[in-house]
């Protein structure tokens, strides 16, 4: 499992889960390919794309 960080470009379209460092789910969304993973509250986070 890839994780990716706030800021880091969007490899694939798709959905996408958010993760505070304690592996908590924050939520999901829909990214598009090219555009940037957006920031999150809290520091540590990061996104994985769901299968």
Same mark, same amino acid.
């Given at each position: 499992? #890839?994780?990716?960080?706030? !800021? ?5 379209? %798709? ?6 460092? #304690?592996?908590?789910?924050? !939520? ?5 390919? %090219?555009?940037r993973f957006p920031a999150t ?8 794309i769901k299968e």
């Amino acid at each position: 499992m #890839k994780k990716y960080k706030p !800021g880091e470009e969007v490899p694939v379209s %798709g959905d996408y889960t958010a993760y505070d460092r #304690k592996g908590h789910n924050g !939520g999901d969304l829909y990214l598009e390919k %090219g555009k940037r993973f957006p920031a999150t509250q809290h520091e540590g986070s990061y996104y994985v794309i769901k299968e």
